[in-house]
């Protein structure tokens, strides 16, 4: 099985930046898509962004797209979301997720479309 844990979450006001980790354990990492997801309260959780895990494609949701900037290294089985320009509109908490097998060149937007998710990481933007 899969294990996902995130982190780099935390406090930060308008305008700044902050770059979050996901590090995967067990499973076959290199034939694995990964997704950023992101729910704040009262909220469904939403599509932020999707990634290959060869880096042969992207997606991204269009509230997130020039801001923010998923990737990864293969070599530490992590991908990452680089966050800038933050607003109090992305205030919420950030969850990971992983799905195998996966199709190519399709963007896999819907939480029900992944297999295994992360515990999340909490992160606040102060006006």
């Known amino acids: 099985q899969v294990q996902l844990v995130e982190s780099g979450g935390g406090l930060v006001q308008a305008g700044g930046s902050l770059r979050l980790s996901c590090a995967a354990s067990?499973?076959?990492?290199?034939?694995?898509?990964m997704g950023w997801f992101r729910q704040a309260p009262g909220r469904e959780r939403d599509f932020v962004a999707s990634?290959?895990?060869?880096?042969?494609?992207?997606y991204y949701a269009d509230s997130v797209k020039g801001r923010f900037t998923i990737s990864r290294d293969n070599a530490k089985n992590t991908v990452y979301l680089q966050m800038n320009s933050l607003s109090t509109e992305d205030t919420a908490t950030y969850y990971c997720?992983?799905?195998?097998?996966?199709?190519?060149?399709?963007?896999?937007?819907?939480?029900?479309?992944?297999?295994?998710w992360g515990q999340g990481t909490q992160v606040t933007v102060s006006s």
């Open positions: 997720a992983a799905k195998y097998p996966y199709r190519r060149n399709y963007p896999y937007t819907a939480r029900s479309e992944y297999d295994t």
């Open positions: 067990g499973g076959t990492f290199s034939k694995t898509l």
């Open positions: 990634l290959n895990w060869n880096g042969e494609s992207t």
